[in-house]
């Protein structure tokens, strides 16, 4: 589901009923179509046309990155949901795959990738939030300096105050979040579309060159694809309602159907800024760009419609994520997989621990923004955001190639394809997420062994707690050993300036 929505649905929904049973209450087809994109369908939306050609890519590079994402991302949306009706009793979350297929180690890590991806996506959504309440309030300035950062603080804690207070069902800002998200991305499409704003010559113009003409075709291509994976997170939590459905057979239906409605609707935003704007003027935009293409399309009131619907829809998908970054580790430590103290609640039944500390890490993130001449911006975090879910997306997608290959008998009568579809599906989605490991780049690995090396003592200490071994096998002695050459190696590279952040 979307940055946003993910968080608001709370706790997972139930999963895994067999095709043939029907819930006489539940969610219709079209309603349960309309519910997947919503939860799909985040802020990035609203950045994807200026992020893309911030990193130097030409309209044909923008182009095969989607092409690329929407093979890549269709197979792990189609591998959640084969897992959520082959494998229904591991309702943990997305790092119960894991767990269930490499280890506990390896399903630590990918509970761990999935919280600090989730507490930066707060982080990215502040720096957004505050780059659009710009446009109305020149202080914020680029959305993190100094007053960004106190009125980033204040809210978190306002979040975190709330949540603590017993309230885990945000639904109306859920509503509120999907009328500001979805009218104003319409009125712009419609907009540029149909008053003429659209220029054919700019748009082939940009097919053949980028921001950065110097910039390989392939290399264009890598800086694509991490904001297509941005836009794409929560693709997880497509299949969180199938439980839900009037007709279980309806959600397969719906997933695809959601999943190619999503993905036009940002191609078309992607591919309509182009005719708007040149992309070396789309690269130097700030965010959020579509503000910014509104403007020059239908005039000032464009851009304050969808600096407006930003600032709404973040206000509230702020609430939303202090939800998830609250339940992601107090769930993992009540499985044992996180040290005790995260499982710790108030009388609210609250869990007051995992809100405390997740703020402290949030807010030593914002700190970055005080930094004198610090490059750090939402595309920063938000790529960090992307990569360091990559691990879970991987392991799940491995666990399900495995599942595919040595327990095909769970595959009959629970899904319609062919075994063999569902074996392509797995490996597909194994090289996508490897190559979107590699896409990140040297810097984005960089980080991401330096975020991951924490997570390996925090394990060892809630094993510890439990008077249960660790790190007893070889493969998680191995994956050690990998993170702390990978963060060695990163802090050289760091210390010696060959790679600035």
């Known amino acids: 589901m979307s940055k946003e929505a993910l968080a608001s649905t709370g706790a997972d929904a139930p999963q895994g009923a067999d095709n043939g049973v029907t819930n006489p209450n539940g969610i219709g087809l079209f309603r349960l179509v309309t519910t997947v994109i919503t939860l799909i369908v985040g802020a990035g939306v609203f950045t994807l046309a200026g992020d893309q050609a911030a990193g130097g890519a030409s309209g044909g590079a923008i182009i095969t990155a989607w092409s690329i994402s929407a093979v890549g991302v269709f197979c792990l949306v189609m591998t959640f949901f084969a897992l959520s009706r082959v494998k229904p009793n591991l309702k943990g979350g997305i790092y119960t795959y894991a767990s269930a297929g490499f280890g506990d180690f390896l399903g630590f890590n990918s509970a761990w990738g999935y919280w600090i991806s989730a507490l930066l996506c707060t982080v990215s959504f502040s720096a957004l939030l505050f780059g659009a309440l710009a446009y109305f309030f020149p202080i914020f300035e680029s959305g993190t300096n100094l007053a960004a950062f106190i009125g980033a603080s204040v809210i978190i804690w306002f979040y975190a105050f709330l949540v603590s207070r017993g309230i885990s069902e945000v639904t109306l800002i859920n509503a509120v979040i999907t009328i500001s998200k979805f009218v104003p991305l319409l009125i712009a499409i419609v907009a540029i579309i149909f008053l003429g704003a659209f220029n054919p010559e700019i748009f082939f113009a940009n097919m053949q060159t980028g921001a950065d003409p110097e910039l390989a075709f392939f290399d264009q291509v890598q800086s694509a694809m991490m904001v297509t994976i941005w836009v794409f997170i929560g693709i997880e939590g497509a299949v969180a309602i199938s439980g839900r459905a009037k007709k279980s057979k309806d ?74 970054t609250s339940e992601s580790p107090f769930e993992a430590a009540q499985e044992g997989v ?36 610090s490059p750090i911006s939402y595309q920063f975090f938000y790529t960090l955001s992307a990569g360091m879910i990559l691990l879970p997306y991987l392991l799940s997608a491995a666990y399900f190639a495995k599942v595919a290959f040595t327990e095909p008998e769970l595959f009959r009568g629970k899904l319609t394809a062919p075994l063999w579809c569902w074996r392509i599906l797995g490996i597909v989605g194994v090289i996508y997420s490897l190559f979107l490991s590699w896409a990140s780049g040297a810097v984005g690995l960089t980080l991401m062994s330096l975020l991951y090396l924490p997570g390996v003592f925090v394990y060892i200490w809630g094993k510890r707690e439990r008077g249960e071994k660790y790190l007893d096998n070889t493969v998680d002695r191995v994956v050690v050993a990998i993170i702390l050459l990978a963060a060695a190696f990163s802090l050289y590279l760091l210390i010696s300036g060959t790679v600035v952040i």
């Open 338 to 373: 996180f040290v005790k103290a995260f499982a710790k609640t108030n009388k609210k039944g609250a869990p007051v621990v995992t809100l405390v500390v997740t703020n402290i890490v949030i807010e030593l993130f914002l700190l970055t923004w005080l930094f004198p001449d």
């Open 251 to 324: 959600v397969g239906k719906a997933t695809i159907t959601a999943f190619v409605c999503v993905l036009s609707l940002y191609m078309m935003v992607s591919l309509l800024s182009m005719g708007v704007m040149p992309l070396s003027e789309l690269a130097t935009l700030e965010n959020p760009a579509l503000a910014y293409v509104m403007e020059r399309a239908v005039g000032p009131w464009g851009a304050v419609l969808i600096n407006f619907a930003v600032s709404l829809s973040l206000i509230g998908a702020m609430l939303g994520y202090t939800v998830l």
